[in-house]
């Protein structure tokens, strides 16, 4: 393809993802507003300022635009947690910083979205997928050292700690983030020493 064939398939795709984003931003505010089982599509394109026939070229519905934006989001929660890391890296816990809390700027940065679990009429599956989400991250992106390498069930310890970090998430969500991310870092930091000693990041390695 030609250079300039390429320009105009790069242009096309960014109205894309533009016009997507719209559709998305919309859906959280009419959520937010009026919850998620009295949206119609009507009120989706009045909000984000489109025609039907656009929105039916991107998304059958709204339950296809909900799921397409749960899982952009979750996996964008899955790549934020492991970008402060190398593949391999050990951190011990008596050194960690903010910066090993990346998940915690992703969720302010993106804190309209998330404020959705709050909501009973709410995005489908948004409150089971998030804390399966934050397991999964566990169960495959870090290797844990206890306290004294003391014997425990590793999985029943994964689960059990990221359904904590998971409460620790939602209440502070709930707090309407009351408490700034650096503090609550500090908070989690302290928490965290109590019962690991050390963990190895073992999810994908970056591309670079």
Same mark, same amino acid.
């Given at each position: 393809m030609s250079k300039k064939?390429? &320009? !105009?398939?790069?242009?096309?795709t960014q109205r894309q993802e533009r016009t997507?984003?719209?559709?998305? %931003?919309a859906l !959280?505010? /009419? !959520?937010?507003?009026?919850? =998620?089982?009295? +949206?119609t599509v009507k009120d989706i394109v009045e909000r984000a300022g489109y025609n039907r026939s656009t929105f039916? +070229?991107?998304f059958q519905d709204k339950f296809e635009l909900a799921d397409n934006l749960l899982e952009m989001m /979750? &996996?964008? /929660? %899955?790549?934020?947690v492991g970008e402060p890391y190398l593949?391999? %890296?050990?951190?011990y816990t008596t050194k960690l910083k903010a910066p090993? =809390?990346?998940i915690i700027y992703y969720i302010y940065q993106n804190r309209k979205f998330f404020e959705l679990l709050t909501l009973d009429d709410t995005i489908p599956s948004l409150h089971t997928r998030m804390p399966l989400t934050i397991t999964k991250i566990y169960m495959e992106q870090f290797k844990f050292e206890t306290i004294n390498n003391q014997p425990v069930n590793m999985d029943m310890f994964k689960h059990y700690t990221s359904y904590g970090f998971y409460g620790l998430m939602l209440q502070w969500i709930t707090?309407?983030?009351?408490?700034? %991310?650096e503090a609550l870092i500090r908070d989690i930091i302290e928490l965290t020493k109590t019962h690991i000693y050390a963990y190895e990041f073992i999810g994908k390695p970056k591309i670079e």
């Open positions: 064939g390429d &320009d !105009i398939l790069t242009k096309w997507r984003r719209h559709f998305y %931003e !959280i505010e /009419l !959520i937010q507003k009026y919850g =998620f089982q009295s +949206i039916y +070229i991107h /979750l &996996d964008g /929660l %899955e790549v934020a593949f391999g %890296e050990k951190v090993s =809390f990346n707090s309407g983030f009351e408490k700034p %991310e």
